[in-house]
């Protein structure tokens, strides 16, 4: 059975850092690319960060220079490193995986398997 499941998510003062972990099972993510995505409430799930097999990577513009993203093929995990967490990035942070294609993907109707989510909440 395809599955993704994060972790890491919590509780964090603004200025704070958290890093968000993603494990796959039932599949591996060699010939995937893998991104991270969020929803707040009220709003439309956006991008945040993907990562193709070859290590090519993509920032959205909203938290370039504050978060990265890598993966560990061996371990079939995906991370997000957040740092300077500000109160707008509280979401449900999802990540999820779109076959690879040689060009990352960078758009979330692409991503084909989904994580159930987890929460991250920045407040003082």
């Known amino acids: 059975q395809v599955q993704l499941v994060e972790s890491g998510g919590g509780l964090v003062q603004p200025g704070g850092s958290l890093r968000l972990s993603c494990v796959a099972s039932?599949?591996?993510?060699?010939?995937?690319?893998i991104g991270w995505f969020r929803q707040a409430p009220g709003k439309e799930r956006e991008g945040i960060s993907c990562?193709?097999?070859?290590?090519?990577?993509y920032l959205y513009d909203s938290v370039r220079g504050r978060f990265a993203i890598s993966r560990d093929n061996a371990k079939n995990q995906l991370y997000l490193q957040m740092n300077s967490l500000e109160s707008e990035d509280t979401a449900v942070y999802y990540c999820?995986?779109?076959?690879?294609?040689?060009?990352?993907?960078?758009?979330?109707?692409?991503?084909?398997?989904w994580g159930q989510g987890t929460q991250v909440t920045v407040t003082s």
């Open positions: 990562i193709a097999n070859d290590g090519t990577t």
């Open positions: 039932g599949f591996t993510l060699d010939n995937y690319d």
């Open positions: 999820a995986a779109a076959p690879g294609t040689g060009v990352l993907a960078t758009q979330i109707r692409t991503y084909e398997y």
